[in-house]
């Protein structure tokens, strides 16, 4: 979910791309930046976020899933185990440090109970320390994966049950020992190197793709293939993996977790739903930070006033049924804002 901005707020970011690119002192800036290469455009200084238009984007994409306004199509999404490891500062040393930061998610809004909350549930839990890493990275890197990524996916996939949209979700689990060793885990979107295989990604997979985890690529894609197909993941999967059940909102909560040998439905803990009722209040604080002044979080379980309180209003069924939909959207969070962002009707 990316940070929405105003125009105005967006023009920081268009400065720094003309200071980027050498075309800050053109009598014509845009014209400038059009005649500039690509690798010229591809710098990592500056953000690229979307900006409110009022015409691609006409609402904030949480507010438009709560009232019901996107596409109402079949979806597949999820998230990897630690999506956070590779997000977050790896020198993380301090509490403060790994506080400032969940703040500044946040554009500075968490009341001190809340900052409270989120060192009680993460920062002082113990972590491993991992070689070349702060002693509070891992510990900030798990909250960040449940605000930025398990509880973002939860949130839009709870809205899709509760409108009786069919929706299928994954954690993606597969253990690398390099990784594992590193404190990197299953890292954010790491899962692309099973949905295309590894010689189909950045270059540089996990090794264990071409050995102990080689047989997770054909079972991966199958599932995907089969759901770009048909809309759904189970009609072409491979024989004996599991039948990948629907997301059916907060109080079923199943998903597949995919790893090596070990591919099967499991339930969202109620310990992460919790965190996610808690993380709650903050994700339009991440995404809109512009109409959030405050933010008091959740205690975790409590759900009143929360995504997580919502009620069905359409039964959904567990079975895979023909149905009269011409489109369907697979992603995981390497496109999930763009894919939501598409499905989002104002």
């Known amino acids: 979910m990316a940070t929405i901005r105003t125009l105005e707020q967006g023009q920081e970011q268009y400065n720094c791309l003309l200071n980027a690119t050498l075309c800050a002192s053109s009598a014509d800036t845009l014209a400038c930046l059009r005649g500039v290469n690509a690798t010229a455009l591809q710098t990592e200084q500056c953000q690229f976020n979307p ?16 009232n019901g306004r996107y596409l109402k199509i079949p979806v597949l999404a999820g998230t990897c185990t630690d999506e956070g490891t590779k997000n977050v500062p790896q020198n993380t040393n301090t509490t403060g440090q790994a506080l400032r930061f ?34 509070k990275w891992r510990q900030l890197a798990n909250a960040h994966g449940d605000f930025r990524a398990h509880c973002i996916a939860a949130r839009l996939q709870n809205a899709l049950a509760r409108d009786g949209v069919r929706t299928y979700n994954y954690r993606y689990a597969v253990l690398d020992p390099e990784q594992e060793a590193l404190g990197f885990g299953a890292y954010h979107t790491v899962e692309l190197n099973g949905v295309f295989g590894p010689n189909n990604t950045d270059g540089a997979p996990p090794r264990s793709y071409f050995t102990s985890n080689a047989a997770i690529v054909p079972i991966t894609m199958a599932y995907w293939t089969s759901f770009v197909k048909t809309l759904d993941p189970n009609a072409h999967k491979i024989p ?3 039948d990948w059940l629907p997301w059916l909102g907060p109080d079923d909560r199943s998903r597949l977790r995919f790893q090596t040998n070990n591919t099967l439905m499991e339930k969202m803990n109620d310990t992460q739903r919790g965190n996610c009722e808690m993380f709650d209040p903050m994700l339009e604080a991440i995404e809109l930070p512009q109409a959030v002044r405050f933010v008091q979080l959740n205690r975790p379980g409590v759900a009143t006033n ?15 049924g ?25």
């Open 102 to 135: 969940v703040n500044d998610q946040a554009s500075d809004v968490l009341s001190n109970s809340s900052l409270g909350m989120v060192n009680q549930v993460y920062i002082a839990a113990p972590q491993p320390v991992f070689p070349g890493a702060g002693a």
């Open 51 to 66: 900006g409110l238009d009022d015409d691609l984007i006409k609402a904030a994409m949480l507010n438009n899933f709560d």
């Open 306 to 320: 929360t995504s997580w309180a919502f009620v069905p209003v359409k039964p959904v069924s567990k079975t895979f």
């Open 240 to 242: 004996g993996t599991p």
């Open 322 to 346: 023909a149905g009269a939909e011409k489109f369907g959207l697979s992603v995981g969070l390497t496109v999930l804002t763009l894919g939501f962002t598409a499905m989002m009707v104002v």
